[in-house]
């Protein structure tokens, strides 16, 4: 599939403003929670008022793509009114010469990020889970990068290879690694720098132990390695039920008009205090609100 976005807007239509922010959501660990943070982040940027635009990179699955065309649906269905970002999903180059696919990707992923910087707040950028080039260019972009890790110390390899007896970094991660070249790269390309935030994803009530000591280990590997942590999101089944509908838990709350809709039940209020907390740690840089689209 070639690159193809979502949105019609002519790039003309840019209203006056800061460029957004740009938050890229990346782990190169499958299934670490990348695609269900990039869309609550998207929904409640959304419902602060912004105007958010979200790029998909993940071409195996295009899971964001299609929880938002989930939501287009919706929309359509029921007739309802819930933000909607400015869309757009974006596959490697088939160019056989890898130097020209390469250059390829770059100029497609910069022509819709520059497209989107003049039409919106924030940009959201969810990376498939494997190392790719246009994942490497979008780090590189990164005002804010936000890597999502399940609770376990399997998971934590994605960031440094850790001591079994010290709980010490032995030695960074590929990842890391990479991470690390392209805040080199925003360096040298504008003097700007990356926010590196890792949040600790599907965390349990249960298992306190384990609880700890992750913290423990990633609070020394933050100094480190150079990030800052966020409260993660718990195991919920909210946070996985609603995909079909292309819904969060954050679109439950002003549905009081509409006889049908699911009551929200404390879990969910819990569940949107954790979308809330993140986006506070994120402390993400003020933007006057540009007008937002609605379905
Ligand atoms: N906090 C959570 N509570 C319950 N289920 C979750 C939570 N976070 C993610 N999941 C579920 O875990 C699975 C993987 O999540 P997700 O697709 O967001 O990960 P990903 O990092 O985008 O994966 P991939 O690397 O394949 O793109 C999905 O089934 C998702 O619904
Ligand atoms: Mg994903």
């Given at each position: 599939?070639a ?5 019609s807007t002519?790039?003309?239509?840019a ?15 499958g299934?670490?929670?990348k695609s269900?943070t ?7 940027l959304?419902r602060l ?12 699955q295009?899971?964001?793509?299609r929880?938002?065309?989930?939501r287009?649906?919706?929309?359509q269905?029921?007739k ?8 757009f ?5 088939e ?5 020209e696919?390469?250059a ?13 910087r ?8 969810d990376?498939?889970?494997t190392?790719?080039y ?7 972009y990164a005002d804010?990068l936000?890597?999502?890790v399940?609770?376990s110390f399997i998971?934590?390899d994605?960031?440094?290879h850790?001591?079994g ?12 690694e ?8 925003r360096a040298q ?6 926010d ?11 298992e ?9 280990v ?11 942590m ?5 195991e919920?089944v ?8 292309g819904l969060?838990?954050?679109d439950m709350?002003?549905?009081k008009?509409?006889p049908?809709?699911a ?6 209020v819990?569940?949107r ?10 402390q993400l ?11």
């Open positions: 599939m690159d193809t976005a979502v949105d002519p790039a003309n239509d209203l006056p403003g800061e460029p957004a922010h740009v938050i890229v959501v990346g782990c190169e660990k299934g670490s929670g269900t990039s869309m609550h982040l998207t929904v409640a959304l008022g912004y105007a958010v635009g979200t790029i998909d990179l993940d071409a195996r295009w899971t964001l793509t929880y938002l065309s989930n287009a649906t919706t929309i269905r029921e309802r009114k819930l933000p909607m970002p400015r869309h999903f974006l596959a490697p180059s160019q056989p010469v890898r130097d696919a390469r390829e990707d770059r100029a497609r992923f910069e022509a819709i990020l520059e497209k989107l003049g039409l919106v707040d924030y940009v959201v950028i990376c498939a889970g190392d790719s246009l994942a490497r260019v979008a780090h590189s804010t936000v890597t999502p399940n609770d998971d934590l994605v960031v440094a850790v001591d007896q010290t709980g010490e970094m032995a030695r960074p991660s590929v990842y890391a990479m991470v690390w070249d392209q805040r080199k790269a390309r504008d003097g700007g720098s990356i590196w935030i890792v949040m600790r994803n599907r965390l349990s009530t249960l306190a132990n384990n609880k700890k000591e992750m913290a423990d990633l609070q020394r590997l933050a100094r480190r390695i150079g990030f800052r966020a409260p993660g999101f718990s919920r909210i946070f996985r039920e609603l995909f079909l509908q969060t838990m954050l709350f002003d549905d008009a509409r049908d809709a009551r929200p039940r404390m879990s969910h819990a569940a205090q954790e979308v809330r907390a993140l986006i506070n740690a994120l840089p003020e933007r006057r609100p540009r007008a937002r689209q609605t379905g």
